[in-house]
């Protein structure tokens, strides 16, 4: 007889936080100096513990804009807790008001900072990496919900002791880019936070440094009142490489006398919240540092080869905005490619080291930081050591299989041809072709090049370069051994499945975060609509709208082509 799982509904408030179950704070140390700094919410030195209990400051008179329609059924969450006073409350940063919680504040994590693998301290405000974390991001609940462990994150929720002087709050703009991309990750079908819920409030304003309105500027140069906004994300749970990195400096400088105890702590909490089902926990310790390094690993090569596929560029993908878990993780300068470019990079400050080409290197980077972090556990055991360098080393070997079985797929390959590979990347650089719509039009395995010029930025009016795609169709055809209409229509199927229709462009999205500035929130939840749908054929009216090419008013534009990271 099959076991079946029944699916709790969650119709209201008490039924969720009947399900809470705080594995963070039940079992790693607190902050000991937190009881000696009321509120704790000026920055300060944290030198010890995993956490500093905090309270968000909530948004005044907040306005609700929007939820994650799909998130809220696979949670079995009912619609009516969207109409919840202390559902609103909660996640708009108010734990004061709420009688029935089990834990009534929240908690706040340190974490190190390394740079494409170089570790920095000059971002701490006291120079010592003891003041760096999480400025404006809270937790406020854990819960298992079907048997699932999830942990809720309030961004924008104030200040803790890690906002090194900034406001600790998040504005609109980016807290709509976050809220729509986290779902939009997760219907492209790669490992991601997800979004729950978006506030916004026009009782409170910040200040941003943003750009003038059609600037072709590279740095910001106006101050701008933005109204505040507080996203809800969710994950199973926010251990960052960067946390492990902590972690692992305090053991590897033996900063205090717990320091080698507490980097065993995060590391055994990190495997049983994230890796419980491929690590048993009856194993010795070394042996877990090695599965978790080799499943780490596989997950994180993983996620940026479909980074890749999907046209997505982190942006920032420092240390501390990798999650342990190997999911997507702190949408902040990110961007989806159109116009190819390997170099493409939407952050003015990102340099290439981030760029779209490069995040397999930055994610070798980031595992690097991660081994040493893990190395301090290891030291009274050479093999170990050993065998945890013979991971970290094969990185590349491993991300270059990934990367070249994900072009494979977008190409409708049974095996990857460099050479196929390579023309291929020429040809759309000399061209200048969308990148999403290029690969979708693709997948329709076209006679000739007259479909693919949908993709084309400019005409094709270069002899050389029509004969350049005539022969490279024709290698590819030779290649993807389609023999009729039957064969065709399924290869073209597959291809669809790994080649989205629908990417979240940012001229969409200034248009969502402008309109809900001025309270429509509409396009908001058409984006939301549109792009938790990526791989389908939707209607007529959508595909003229979204499945276009990036207009031509709009590139250089400050704030669509580029942004800063003023969130």
């Not at 200040?207 to 994300?233: C, G, L, Q």
């Not at 969710?234 to 006398?257: D, P, T, Y």
Request: aromatic share 12%.
């Amino acid at each position: 007889m099959e076991n079946i799982i029944m699916k709790n509904n969650i119709e209201t408030f008490n039924e969720l936080i009947n399900l809470s179950d705080y594995s963070f704070v039940n079992n790693l140390n607190s902050d000991p100096d937190a009881k000696f700094n009321e509120e704790n919410k000026s920055p300060r030195e944290v030198f010890c513990g995993h956490y500093v209990l905090v309270s968000p400051t909530a948004i005044k008179e907040p306005i609700y804009i929007s939820h994650s329609i799909n998130f809220f059924k696979e949670l079995g969450f009912s619609e009516n807790l969207i109409k919840s006073d202390d559902f609103i409350k909660l996640f708009s940063g108010d734990m004061s008001n709420i009688d029935n919680l089990r834990q009534n504040k929240g908690w706040a994590t340190g974490y190190a900072l390394s740079i494409y693998g170089r570790e920095y301290y000059s971002q701490c405000p006291f120079q010592t990496g003891n003041g760096y974390g999480d400025g404006r991001a809270i937790s406020v609940l854990e819960a298992v919900i079907n048997g699932k462990r999830w942990e809720f994150q309030l961004k924008g929720a104030g200040k803790t002791p890690y906002c090194r002087g900034a406001d600790g709050r998040a504005v609109l703009r980016s807290s709509v880019r976050e809220f729509l991309a986290q779902e939009h990750i997760y219907a492209l079908g790669i490992s991601t936070s997800r979004s729950l819920t978006l506030f916004t409030s026009k009782k409170e304003q910040v200040t941003r440094p943003w750009f003038r309105d059609n600037s072709y500027s590279m740095d910001p140069e106006v101050m701008i009142e933005e109204d505040v906004a507080i996203t809800t994300r969710v994950a199973s749970s926010f251990i960052r490489v960067g946390q492990l990195e902590l972690f692992g400096r305090r053991a590897r400088k033996n900063e205090h006398k717990n320091a080698l105890k507490e980097l065993e702590m995060i590391v055994l909490h990190l495997i049983d919240r994230e890796y419980s089902e491929v690590i048993n926990q009856n194993l010795d310790l070394e042996e877990k540092i090695i599965l978790l390094a080799n499943e780490f690993q596989n997950r994180l090569t993983s996620m940026v080869a479909n980074w890749i596929r999907v046209g997505y560029c982190q942006g920032n993908f420092n240390s501390d905005n990798c999650a342990a878990g190997g999911f997507t993780l702190d949408y902040g300068p990110f961007g989806f490619i159109e116009m190819f470019d390997p170099k493409y990079q939407s952050w003015t400050g990102g340099g290439m080291h981030f760029s779209f080409f490069n995040q397999p290197v930055a994610a070798q980077k980031n595992f690097k930081s991660f081994c040493s972090a893990l190395k301090p556990l290891l030291n009274s055991n050479k093999e170990a050591l050993e065998e945890l360098e013979k991971i970290e080393n094969n990185f590349a070997n491993i991300m270059q299989d990934k990367m070249e079985n994900i072009w494979a797929s977008k190409l409708g390959l049974e095996n990857f041809d460099f050479e196929l590979f390579e023309e291929l990347i020429n040809l759309m650089i000399d061209t200048k072709v969308d990148y999403t719509i290029f690969f979708r039009e693709l997948s329709n395995i076209t006679d000739d090049i007259s479909s693919l010029e949908k993709s084309f930025y400019g005409s094709l009016k270069d002899e050389n370069i029509k004969l350049r795609w005539n022969n490279w169709l024709e290698i590819w055809k030779s290649q993807i051994n389609v023999n009729d209409d039957e064969s065709k229509q399924k290869l073209s199927n597959q291809m669809k499945l790994t080649n989205p229709k629908y990417s979240l462009r940012e001229w969409h999205l200034v248009l969502a975060y402008q309109e809900a500035q001025e309270g429509n929130y509409e396009p908001v939840n058409e984006l939301q609509e549109i792009m938790t749908k990526p791989y389908e054929e939707q209607t007529k009216e959508i595909e003229e709208k979204y499945y276009i090419k990036k207009p031509t008013d709009f590139f250089g534009i400050a704030g669509i082509s580029h942004v800063s990271c003023s969130s």
